[in-house]
C-alpha cells in the first residue's frame, strides 16, 4: 500500500505543471464531501438516510478540452437508518442503523462544456468493495451478511473555478445507483444501494 501511495504522489508531482485542458494531459483532484445513503428494492425506497461522508482522489485525462475519463478512489460511508434486524430468541427484531463503508471507485467519462469549459458532466459505472458493515443497535459487525463488492451507475455535476495558474477549485453534485444486491444470499427482494453526495476539492 506504501508503494502505491508513493506511486501516485510520483506521479502527480510529474504531470501538476501540466495543462489540463490540452489533448493527452492529466489532471489530479482531492475531494472531500457529504453522504447522504440509503438503500431501494423493486417496491419502495427507505425514507431514512445515513449521513456521512466521502473523501478521495482523482485522475483526469484528457482526450480533448471537451471530454476526458475520470477515475476516482474514494473511502465512502453508505448503508441506511432505521432499518430492522432479527436476533431472534427473547431479543426478536429491533430497529436499527446500518453503516457500510466502501473504497468506491468510479470510471466516468467526463463531458466539459461553457466557454471556459469549467463545467463538466460526468456519468459511468462504479464499483463499491466493502471495508465494514456494523448495525448500531448492539455495534454487530456484519460484514460477512453482506457482498463484498457493491457495483452500479454514478452520475455528476460540477463546477471548477481557477484559483492559481495550475489549480482549481471545484464543487460538485453526485449520484450512485446500485444495480448488485448488497446482502449475500438474500431470499427476498434486491436491496441495492443508493447515495446523493455534494464534494468540494481542488484540482492540480
Not at 501516485?8 to 505543471?17: A, Q
Request: aromatic letters at 14%; charged letters at 15%.
Amino acid at each position: 500500500m506504501q508503494k502505491i501511495f508513493t506511486t501516485l504522489l510520483v506521479v502527480l508531482g510529474i504531470y501538476t505543471t501540466a495543462s489540463a485542458q490540452t489533448t493527452g494531459t492529466n489532471e489530479f483532484g482531492v475531494n472531500i464531501g457529504y453522504n447522504a445513503a440509503t438503500v431501494t428494492t423493486s417496491q419502495y425506497t427507505n425514507s431514512a438516510y445515513r449521513s456521512g461522508f466521502n473523501v478521495g482522489v482523482s485522475m483526469d485525462h484528457y482526450f480533448s478540452d471537451r471530454w476526458s475519463i475520470k477515475i476516482k478512489a474514494v473511502y465512502d460511508q453508505k448503508g441506511w437508518n432505521d432499518g430492522y434486524i432479527d436476533f431472534g430468541g427473547s431479543n426478536g427484531a429491533v430497529t436499527t442503523d446500518y453503516k457500510l463503508d466502501y473504497i468506491t471507485i468510479p470510471v466516468m467519462a467526463n463531458w466539459h462544456f461553457g466557454r471556459t469549459r469549467n463545467w463538466y458532466l460526468n456519468f459511468g459505472p462504479y464499483l463499491g468493495i466493502l471495508l465494514n458493515a456494523k448495525e448500531s443497535a448492539t455495534n454487530t459487525d456484519l460484514k460477512d451478511a453482506f457482498n463484498k463488492a457493491d457495483a452500479g451507475l454514478d452520475v455528476g455535476i460540477g463546477i471548477k473555478f481557477p484559483i492559481a495558474e495550475k489549480a482549481k477549485f471545484f464543487i460538485e453534485l453526485n449520484g450512485q445507483g446500485g444495480v448488485t444486491d448488497l446482502v449475500k444470499d438474500n431470499t427476498g427482494s434486491a436491496l441495492r444501494s443508493s447515495v446523493s453526495n455534494i464534494n468540494i476539492g481542488i484540482n492540480f
